[in-house]
């Protein structure tokens, strides 16, 4: 039998991801089972033990898929960036929901790691990647606020964890509520709303 080129090995994986999403999203991730997934891609299971060692490697491959390059796009910070640090909190987060709301790939996938996962068993340690790259996320997005403050944006007071932790909570409950009920309100007029609202509060007061 003939070696696979590499492009055939990336061809099978991206069927495997593929399959992956469509199965995690119909059944759960937990009530999946590799046979399912290599059914639904019309592959041996074999052939996904060849690309990924379990269902949780399986799993963080199909979210990084979708997450790196939403993540890269987040975490540049330009020049202009750390000039006007809170408008790039608002362009990053305009566009994650944008995307959640407009890309069915990207709507999919944020639905299985909301609604559709347990993390047991085999997902335990896909918990502890999540939480690691959720720390990355808010350092990132405390960065921006240290920024904002040290140039007199916000108030020289304001708790910058604390004001992380209630921001990253605040769009990450607007997805998720969103997720449960699409047809509830607009993601993104809502969310923009709910976080200009937020950021006001932490606004020094314009000199009158």
């Avoid at 199909?62 to 939403?70: H, K, Q, S």
């Avoid at 996938?109 to 999540?130: L, N, P, T």
């Avoid at 007199?152 to 509520?177: E, M, P, Q, S």
Wanted: charge should be neutral.
């Amino acid at each position: 039998m003939a070696r696979r080129t590499k492009e055939e090995a990336l061809a099978t994986r991206e069927l495997i991801l593929d399959a992956a999403e469509r199965v995690f999203h119909q059944r759960g991730v937990s009530r999946t089972s590799l046979q399912e997934i290599a059914k639904d891609a019309g592959l041996t299971r074999g052939a996904i033990y060849w690309h990924f060692e379990n269902k949780g490697e399986l799993f963080h491959a199909m979210m990084e898929r979708v997450t790196l390059p939403m993540m890269a796009r987040l975490t540049e910070i330009t020049q202009d960036d750390e000039a006007r640090p809170l408008d790039k909190i608002r362009r990053n987060t305009a566009t994650a929901l944008r995307q959640v709301a407009n890309d069915a790939q990207v709507r999919r996938v944020f639905e299985i790691a909301m609604q559709k996962v347990e993390y047991v068993d085999e997902m335990q340690e896909m918990q502890q990647r999540k939480i690691s790259g959720r720390n990355e996320c808010m350092d990132d997005m405390q960065r921006l606020l240290q920024i904002a403050q040290q140039l007199g944006h916000i108030k020289a007071d304001a708790h910058l964890r604390n004001a992380t932790i209630g921001l990253f909570a605040l769009v990450g409950g607007i997805k998720y509520n969103w997720l449960l009920d699409p047809e509830a309100f607009d993601l993104e007029a809502v969310g923009l709303a709910t976080l200009d609202a937020y950021l006001a509060g932490l606004k020094t007061s314009p000199v009158v």
